[in-house]
């Protein structure tokens, strides 16, 4: 874990001291990238800055003053936990944004392959498809309605004034659906016919459930964590 | 007052500041302490959350700026934002108009059955 100290304007020890430990206890309670956390934690120690000045203007003393800003800031734990809260959400609403946009994509990709493989008409193939990865109906079952609620739910929560953890929760549902999606699909190649011109009209198909697999295991993951954090 | 009393309509109240001009976190806490005369005086990490998500609804919109050796995120209302904070105002004046009627004991024509 990284040390924070973001105030280099305040000279008193104590008082950047004080804030650092602050914004460690802060930074440990928000499972985020380098980067993601290092933009939470210059904004609020900028809001933290703030605080000690205007406590400084006010006539206190700068260790007064830090322990006054501190105070105003609340707890850094519930303050981690309202924060991962809230960035969860909006990781949730990119997790289905990403997933009702590339799906469509991924089937294209599969049923195109499977079509030129045969040498037969497209619409032909989803019957193939289906039966390549039987479970992939169920997948599609989940998958689609919880990314829709993921990619749409976050802002209808908040403008309606509503709870937004269903959006979340939907997140966490369809990557989970979409990794065994692609997975089952990826595998089913196994007892697909191995002639070389089959094999080069699959190999589109499957980068793009390969590249879909990490980035959705990435972020589904970030989005549990996220949810765990918020407690 | 405390952030449970208010939560519902902390998210109206920093549209409402932000409605005055763009504004950085500690700003917008500060405007709720002078506008309501000192009675919303809430922990300053309450904020933060607020206008993440705020953000996420597309509500706000912020960018960031350098300056005095420290980076500063300011929050400025989007037209998203202006139509919500001008449905919740409706709504608020509603509400706040039949508690006042009803508290108030205004016009009443209902009596109890005896």
Redesign the interface.
């Known amino acids: 874990m990284e040390a924070f100290d ?4 305040h000279g008193d020890p104590q008082a950047r001291a004080t804030i650092a430990d602050y914004l460690q206890e802060l930074a440990a309670g928000l499972p985020l990238s380098h980067r993601a956390r290092a933009e939470v934690m ?6 933290l ?3 000690f000045e ?1 406590h400084v203007a006010a006539g206190a003393t700068p260790a007064a003053a830090v322990r006054l800003a501190v105070a ?5 734990r ?2 981690s936990a ?2 991962a ?3 969860g ?2 990781h949730a ?1 990119r997790i289905g944004a990403g997933l009702v946009a590339t799906g469509p994509l991924v089937g294209v990709a599969w049923i195109g392959a499977f079509a030129q493989a045969t040498g037969t008409a497209w619409w032909t193939q989803i019957g193939a498809l289906m039966a390549s990865a039987p479970i992939y109906a169920l997948v599609l079952a989940v998958s689609v309605p919880a990314a829709l609620v993921a990619a749409s739910g ?2 209808l929560a ?2 309606l ?1 509503l709870g ?1 953890r269903t959006a979340v929760d939907a997140a966490a549902l369809a990557s989970v659906a979409c990794v065994i999606g692609d997975v089952a699909l990826v595998s089913g190649l196994a007892f697909a016919p191995s002639d070389p011109a089959w094999s080069a009209a699959l190999a589109c198909a499957v980068s793009i459930s390969l590249v879909r697999l990490s980035v959705t295991v990435g972020a589904g993951r970030r989005v549990l964590l996220l949810r765990a954090a918020a407690r | 007052m405390t952030a449970e009393a208010l939560k ?1 309509h902390l ?1 109206g109240l920093l549209l409402a500041v932000l409605e005055r001009g763009p504004a ?4 917008l806490i ?1 405007a709720l302490r002078t506008s309501s005369g000192g009675t919303f005086d809430l ?4 904020v ?3 206008l ?8 706000v919109a912020s960018t960031w700026e350098k300056g ?6 300011t929050y400025e209302l989007t037209g998203a934002g202006r139509r ?1 904070l001008a449905q919740q105002r409706e709504s608020w004046h509603q509400f706040s108009g039949a508690v006042t009627a009803v508290m108030d004991g205004g016009d009443i024509t209902w009596r109890p059955s005896t």
């Open positions: 973001l105030i280099p304007a210059a904004e609020i120690a900028d809001g800055a703030c605080a205007a105003e800031f609340g707890d850094p519930e303050l309202a924060l809260a809230e960035i959400r909006a609403r976050v802002r908040v403008r004034g937004a | 519902g998210d950085h976190g500690y700003a500060e922990p300053t990490g309450t933060y959350p607020a993440r998500r705020l953000e996420t609804a597309g509500l005095d050796g420290r980076q500063r995120r919500h």
